[in-house]
């Protein structure tokens, strides 16, 4: 299943260790993703109410005496799938690549080195796959050198070849990232 909204289930990677205030869970990205991903308080609330209408998140109204109540966010089994789902899908193309892939990187390294390695592996067999394609189509067709389609395409090689060719020279250094979990307890 490609979820059709990335990169935002990154957001339900941070109800995956306990429950959370919208706000805190903005301030998590925040202080978490916010090199990466950039995401606005009222964007976010927005998310988590897509989030609830497809019974990823779930919601409980916390009163408080002398403050306005708060929502208290709990990620359901369907969204521990859903964010599963995700992590383990490969970012397509450089746009979705410069965001995403970092942010599965991210939580995958809670999961330790096998999963940071699989999550490699699978960009690299992604971006591969799709170069092979391009090639081929470039091969096949009849436009010309100078076709604004031919020169699209030959854009895109060179993308997902610089990609491939970064994810092989940076290996070893993503691999050894320390965890995700580690990092939050830092700050």
Known sequence: MRLDISPEPAALGFLLESPLHGYDLYKQVQSQLGPVWRIGLSRLYALVKTFETRGWVESQIHLQAARPSQKVLTITPAGRQAFAD???????????????????????????????????????????????????????????????????????????????RWLNQHHSQLVSLPSATASRKKK
């Open 86 to 164: 995700w992590l383990e899908q490969p970012a397509r193309g450089l746009r979705e690549f410069r965001v995403d892939f970092f942010l599965r990187l991210y939580f995958a390294r809670s999961g330790g080195r096998a999963a940071v390695e699989h999550l490699i592996t699978a960009q690299l067999t992604a971006c591969e796959r799709e170069l092979a394609g391009l090639q081929a189509w470039c091969a096949e067709s009849d436009v010309t050198a100078g076709d604004l389609g031919q020169l699209a395409h030959n854009f895109r090689i060179e993308q997902l070849t610089g990609i491939i």
